[in-house]
């Protein structure tokens, strides 16, 4: 089955830099990949996503870059805010039938003011 | 438009009891997901429905572990008799189907303490 691992699981950050978190998934025909905000108390969110036809997508200071080769994708936040603090999952889903989700293990990004 | 709605919120039983989590997933979504979420870790899937049909369990402990959909909306998950390590949050999602690469979206899920 898909195996995703997920780096780092911490990252503390200064506000206002910016914070990458990478992943890698092991079956190549994964077809999409959400990222997934969780807040304390509170079930995750998806926040970006990208498809496997695309190399990069930007949604304001969040940006996601795939590489189908290499077979990792990574999530860039810009310009970090306090509110930014969460843990962040990334996911990789394979479509068939019907969709199956795996999920990496976390980042806690914490920024710091 | 409501999000999926889960309860109760918390629960803390005793090893060996039984214990039961309801999930009502937002308004014609036909894929439900019931996912487990240890402390410190990703969430993993147990079981998924597409309508009332189930389409995976394969990571389901079967012999504790139970879940129905009846009618292909709300969704009950059981645990009997329930362990220490079965201690962790249970989360439920729910997405379209029909679509290719469908966002879920997730209950706040219930946080069981089996002490």
């Known amino acids: 089955g898909e195996n995703v691992e997920q780096h780092p699981s911490t990252l503390s950050v200064q506000e206002g830099d910016s914070a990458v978190i990478k992943c890698t998934y092991s079956?190549?025909?994964?077809?999409?990949f959400p990222w997934y905000k969780q807040e304390l108390g509170k079930g995750p969110q998806l926040i970006i996503d990208?498809?496997?036809?695309?190399g990069e997508k930007k949604d304001q200071r969040i940006a996601v870059t795939l590489n189908k080769t290499a077979k990792h994708f990574s999530l860039h936040i810009t310009e970090t805010q306090p509110e930014d603090s969460a843990v962040y999952f990334c996911?990789?889903?394979?479509?068939?039938?019907?969709?199956?989700?795996?999920f990496g293990t976390g980042t806690k990004l914490q920024v710091i003011p | 438009e409501a999000g999926v709605a889960q309860s109760p919120r918390y629960k803390i039983i005793e090893k060996r009891q039984s214990v039961a989590f309801w999930c009502n997933p937002i308004s014609g979504h036909a894929t439900l997901y019931w996912y487990q979420q240890i402390l410190g870790q990703g969430p993993k899937l147990l079981i998924q429905?597409?309508?009332?049909?189930?389409?995976?369990d394969s990571q389901l402990p079967k012999d504790r572990f139970s879940a129905e959909r009846l009618k292909g909306v709300d969704s009950t998950l059981k645990i009997q008799p329930a362990k220490l390590e079965d201690s962790a949050v249970y989360l439920c999602?729910?997405?379209?189907?029909?679509?290719?690469?469908?966002?879920?979206?997730f209950g706040q899920g219930t946080r069981l303490t089996v002490v």
């Open positions: 999602a729910s997405s379209l189907v029909g679509q290719l690469n469908t966002e879920a979206f």
């Open positions: 996911a990789a889903v394979l479509s068939g039938g019907y969709q199956k989700v795996t």
């Open positions: 079956d190549s025909a994964s077809n999409y």
């Open positions: 429905f597409q309508n009332n049909g189930v389409v995976d």
């Open positions: 990208i498809r496997s036809n695309v």
